[in-house]
């Protein structure tokens, strides 16, 4: 991984540290939405979603259509990849080595005493 | 509670903490398990000064191409039988893995480990107070995201 990569994977943790940001990517799960209408549920101003709207475009988790004057968000998958793949190549890495030392410790046991019968 | 950029994995061996704490900071344990599946961590690769502020060490040699990864850490924390932690701070900005060892009382142990890659910018609290999605259940989440 390089350190870009790593960088843009920093920024998308912090992205996700806020309630209200995972709140607007599951609301994004479901389709693309505008700002007004990502704002509706919300008690705060368009404003401050757009400030979190801009945290998450720069984490690269969402991005914006150019194609209409409202300029509807949409999930970015790919981003969301990159963090899954994060979490199961350390969860893969710890799970074989734990299998390795069940191995191990089978060994041992079995080799000074001998086993009881149950 | 697990944040995203962390990792909690946890474990049940049949065997003693003692036994547990010694086969991952034995040398001698811990090159019989210690590398990735097709590495070997030869005996002599492998440095262990077992002390907060001591070298954990362990040179992984690829069996197919002969080729070496070594992973530098330092003990921050060395607590036999319970507890271990080890920092690396050349991976990804700062790796730090904890392990905990729980005696269940019946010959068995819950191993928990533990392990953050904490960007820079989560030393700032307020990034840090919305942190509480536990990452299991974040996996689960993007997998509905992707499949939505």
């Known amino acids: ?118 | 509670m697990t944040q995203p950029g962390e990792l909690t994995y946890r474990r049940i061996h049949r065997a003693s903490r003692e036994l547990l704490f010694d086969c991952m900071t034995m040398p001698e344990h811990l090159t019989k398990f210690w590398g990735p599946d097709g590495t070997s961590t030869p005996i002599n690769g492998i440095t262990v000064d077992l002390r907060p502020g001591g070298a954990f060490e362990t040179a992984m040699v690829n069996d197919a191409d002969g080729s070496r990864y070594t992973m530098r850490a330092v003990y921050i924390e060395v607590r036999r039988p319970e507890k271990l932690a080890w920092t690396e701070s050349a991976v990804e900005g700062g790796m730090t893995t904890t392990i905990t060892f729980e005696d269940l009382g019946d010959g068995r142990t819950q191993v928990v480990t533990h392990q953050t890659n904490v960007p820079p910018i989560m030393a700032n609290p307020d990034a840090r107070k919305g942190f509480e999605t536990s990452l299991r259940r974040f996996a689960e989440y993007v997998v509905q995201l992707r499949s939505a």
């Open chain 1, 1 to 118: 991984m390089t350190i870009t990569a790593d960088d843009q994977l920093s920024a998308t943790f912090a992205a996700l540290a806020d309630p209200t940001r995972r709140a607007i990517l599951t609301r994004l799960a479901a389709g693309e939405a505008t700002v007004n209408e990502l704002a509706a549920p919300f008690s705060l101003t368009q404003q401050a979603i757009s400030k979190h709207i801009k945290v998450l475009e720069s984490a690269g988790l969402i991005s914006r259509m150019r194609v209409a004057q409202a300029r509807p968000c949409r999930i970015e998958a790919v981003q969301f990849d990159n963090v899954a793949e994060w979490i199961d190549r350390h969860r893969q890495m710890w799970q074989e080595r734990y299998d390795r030392l069940d191995a191990h410790l089978a060994e041992l046991q079995s080799a000074p005493m001998p086993k009881e019968s149950q």
